[in-house]
T-cell receptor, first 113, second 113 residues
Framework: ETGVTQTPRHLVMGMTNKKSLKCEQH?????MYWYKQSAKKPLELMFV???????ENNSVPSRFSPECPNSSHLFLHLHTLQPEDSALYLC????????????FGPGTRLTVL | GQQVMQIPQYQHVQEGEDFTTYCNSS?????IQWYKQRPGGHPVFLIQ?????EVKKQKRLTFQFGEAKKNSSLHITATQTTDVGTYFC?????????????FGKGTKLSVIP
């Protein structure tokens, strides 16, 4: 058990849908992250939050909108996605943004039709 | 931007043989991390290397950080079927205020019993 949970585990959505991914960490960490894992591409860092403030946004399209209401929860709001956005979306947390060892959640497998 | 190259992409070994994966960064790193992802699973943090020339061991796994802090390797002695998975390196660039962690594409290890 990693201490980082993600829901849903699988999601199929149309291009006009709006959905949200949820991440919760039970480790008392102060930093949380969203990553995208596509086939044949390296893991891509999307967003970084430290103490509920966004500190990094890696040129992610606006159709992805993160939200961090507190240090234990992280959301990724999705709207008008494209088929190429289909991927595994991984949430991770660490003690601090410069601390080693991100703890990853199991991921949400997203398919955009 | 920073690039992290990892080779080989795939490696098939007979159980009991050794395995090595190599990681090279286009820029100097402040540290490098290694992760393992089992099939169908999520990345799990293995170790972080910080010092130039650093060598760390975890049972049958040996991790090295190059003198120039631009390359790293992971060596597994006498592989077992439990070693199956994809091994990723992730480098954090030198420089203040950088939270970026750039991942390599990973080396997928198959172990033939």
């Amino acid at each position: 058990e990693t201490g980082v949970t993600q829901t849903p585990r699988h999601l199929v959505m149309g291009m006009t849908n709006k959905k949200s991914l949820k991440c919760e960490q039970h480790l008392g960490h102060n930093a949380m992250y969203w990553y995208k894992q596509s086939a044949k591409k390296p893991l891509e860092l999307m967003f970084v939050y430290s103490l509920e403030e966004r500190v990094e946004n890696n040129s992610v399209p606006s159709r992805f909108s993160p939200e961090c209401p507190n240090s234990s929860h992280l959301f990724l709001h999705l709207h008008t996605l494209q088929p190429e956005d289909s991927a595994l979306y991984l949430c991770a947390s660490s003690q601090g943004i410069s601390d080693p060892g991100a703890f990853f959640g199991p991921g949400t497998r997203l398919t955009v039709l | 931007g920073q690039q992290v190259m990892q080779i080989p992409q795939y490696q098939h070994v007979q159980e009991g043989e050794d395995f090595t994966t190599y990681c090279n960064s286009s820029t100097t790193l402040s540290n490098i991390q290694w992760y393992k992802q089992r099939p169908g699973g999520h990345p799990v943090f293995l170790i972080q290397l910080v010092k130039s020339g650093e060598v760390k061991k975890q049972k049958r796994l040996t991790f090295q950080f190059g003198e120039a802090k631009k390359n790293s390797s992971l060596h597994i002695t006498a592989t077992q079927t439990t070693d199956v998975g994809t091994y990723f390196c992730a480098g954090r660039p030198s420089g203040a205020g950088s939270y970026q962690l750039t991942f390599g594409k990973g080396t997928k290890l198959s172990v033939i019993p």
